[in-house]
């Protein structure tokens, strides 16, 4: 399986509740949040990265929630997997995501 492939907008994997999967040294899972919404929690190395939010009208969104190490391995994985527009960036001196070019915060 292609990294890209955990993004669901890139693959169109189905959706399975409860079940972890991995992808190299990547794990995703699938989960119902609170308000009953299917999320895709992704990790690298045990560390959650960030999560996708099925929002009927528009599909599943990204949300970045760690940087992890910041090593270059956590760059290259999310730089395959976020949507058009975001960034994983470690230039700098500090890793961050960024969303058409702004930054975003944790």
């Not at 528009?58 to 190490?69: A, D, N, V």
Request: hydrophobic share 30%; with cysteine.
């Amino acid at each position: 399986m292609k990294l890209a492939y955990i993004n669901p907008n890139e693959s169109g994997q189905w959706f399975r509740e409860g079940s972890d999967r991995k992808c190299g040294q990547w794990t995703y899972a699938d989960k119902i949040n609170s308000i009953g919404q299917r999320v895709r929690y992704v990790a690298h190395r045990g560390t959650v990265m960030g999560y996708f939010k099925d929002c009927e009208s528009f599909g599943w969104l990204f949300l970045p929630i760690s940087t992890g190490w910041g090593s270059a391995s956590d760059q290259q994985g999310m730089n395959k997997i976020m949507p058009t527009g975001w960034k994983f960036r470690r230039n700098g001196g500090h890793a961050r995501y960024e969303f058409n070019g702004v930054e975003h915060k944790c």
